[in-house]
């Protein structure tokens, strides 16, 4: 089982740019197709970016294309949102998960897939 715990976020002001953290224990990053979501007071969690097991294929939310990046480093067994250009509606808790999978190149955006979960880190942009 894999225990995962995000850090990275903060106070930002429009246009700015945070780097996000997932660290994993327990387990090697490279046992799971992974995920980042997102959840901002009185709405429902959604889905932000994923990457496949292999970390050959990638996806994103619409509104995030060309700004988030998606990463991992194996080596440091880490996870990574790279978030630029911020905006006010960016602002929310960022949870980044992990999912089991038997398929290398499968990237998946329904939370449901996802079995492990970290507490969040909060990212807050001013305008």
């Known amino acids: 089982q894999v225990q995962l715990v995000e850090s990275g976020g903060g106070l930002v002001q429009a246009g700015e740019s945070l780097r996000l953290s997932c660290a994993a224990s327990?387990?090697?990053?490279?046992?799971?197709?992974m995920g980042w979501f997102r959840q901002a007071p009185g709405k429902e969690r959604e889905f932000v970016a994923a990457l496949s097991k292999s970390a050959y294929n990638t996806n994103y939310k619409d509104s995030v294309k060309g700004r988030f990046i998606i990463s991992r480093d194996t080596a440091k067994n880490t996870l990574y949102l790279q978030v630029n250009n911020l905006q006010p509606e960016d602002t929310a808790l960022y949870y980044c998960a992990a999912a089991s999978t038997t398929f290398s190149d499968s990237v998946y955006g329904t939370s449901g897939r996802y079995q492990y979960w970290g507490q969040g880190t909060q990212v807050t942009v001013s305008s």
């Open positions: 327990g387990r090697t990053l490279s046992n799971y197709a």
